[in-house]
């Protein structure tokens, strides 16, 4: 199995340091796509996803009005994406204040290694396409992924710096301030990747009270 762009292979306790040092390089854009087994998975969804060139998927992307998809998608499903109002939450829920696909979730200590790809996109947003991630399940296709990125990206600064076969985090320079705000993203979030509501936070306003002020931003598909 050949993988088409350069990686760096670095120690987990490292990797966060060497995404920086990365991104200042130049050269595409640095994402950690795990350790040696889920880089293998993200390798084997490029290689079987080679349908379409990168160019044709941007363009797609760029095609797609997110406004409308987020309407479409709740349209698709109406019971699998109800939203039902509950109250703000008491207290300060936890806000992740760092990346976390370069640790071991059931120990909490970083892997021994991991991956780190240079991606040789224009935009952040793009990185998707050179991918080929997602299309399986509720999980949105290459290009769906990469429209939304692209809205982000203008609205809230976010970039995508994580992508595993099952994860993605990205980072915020302009993440929401008010719980208004906070709320229209958890919306939109949940339209995007359920899992973080119906096997995380449970509610919605949960969810936007994590997103307040939030630095990081952590999607899961089962």
Request: net charge negative.
């Amino acid at each position: 199995m050949t993988f088409p762009f350069e990686v760096h292979q670095v120690p987990g306790s490292e990797a966060l340091a060497s995404l920086r040092e990365l991104a200042t390089a130049g050269e595409g854009f640095p994402i950690i796509l795990g350790d040696t087994d889920q880089f293998e998975r993200v390798a084997e969804t490029l290689e079987m996803n080679n349908g379409q060139s990168d160019e044709e998927l941007i363009e797609a992307a760029r095609a797609i009005n997110t406004a409308s998809w987020f309407a479409e998608r709740q349209d698709s499903d109406p019971e699998y994406y109800e939203i039902e109002e509950t109250r703000w939450p008491d207290g300060d829920p936890e806000t992740p204040q760092s990346v976390t696909s370069h640790v071991d979730m059931r120990t909490g200590q970083p892997l021994s290694e991991v991956h780190i790809a240079m991606i040789p996109a224009a935009e952040a947003w793009m990185v998707p396409c050179y991918l080929r991630i997602g299309g399986w399940n509720e999980c949105p296709s290459a290009e769906e992924h990469a429209a939304i990125f692209r809205y982000w990206g203008e609205k809230y600064d976010a970039r995508v710096v994580c992508i595993t076969s099952d994860v993605i985090e990205m980072t915020v320079a302009r993440p929401p301030t008010t719980t208004e705000d906070a709320l229209a993203l958890a919306k939109e979030q949940f339209l995007y990747c359920a899992d973080i509501v119906h096997q995380g936070t449970e509610s919605i306003e949960v969810l936007a009270a994590t997103l307040l002020n939030a630095p990081v931003w952590f999607f899961w598909w089962d």
